[in-house]
Nanobody, 117 residues
């Protein structure tokens, strides 16, 4: 079992920055890839960024150059640094963990990010 707890969401003005954190506990050794997804009102949950066990990252086109995913293995925490935020970045952001070779995955409870003036 893996537990994921997000934090760091909030209200920010357009052009501002936020850093989300995802604290990971449980069977951490079983995780192949960590990721951040988001779900805006009336829309499907969508991939934002991923980071593999070896540190390889990938991003949705809409956030490339603005968002950075990273991890601190010593703290068992994954981060999403979000810069130059736009109104369209408003969503609930979810932390995700994909175990090695399994057809199930884990989700955090989500954290709200609102970009508004």
């Amino acid at each position: 079992q893996v537990q994921l707890v997000e934090s760091g969401g909030g209200l920010v003005q357009p052009g501002g920055s936020l850093r989300l954190s995802c604290a990971v506990s449980g069977s951490i050794f079983s995780i192949a890839t960590m990721g951040w997804y988001r779900q805006a009102p009336g829309k499907q949950r969508a991939l934002v960024a991923t980071i593999t066990n070896s540190g390889v990252t990938d991003y949705a086109d809409s956030v490339k150059g603005r968002f950075t995913v990273s991890k601190d293995n010593a703290k068992n925490t994954v981060y999403l640094q979000m810069n130059s935020l736009k109104a369209e970045d408003t969503a609930v952001y979810y932390c995700h963990a994909q175990p090695w070779g399994k057809n199930y995955n884990y989700w955090g409870q989500g954290t709200q990010v609102t970009v508004s003036s």
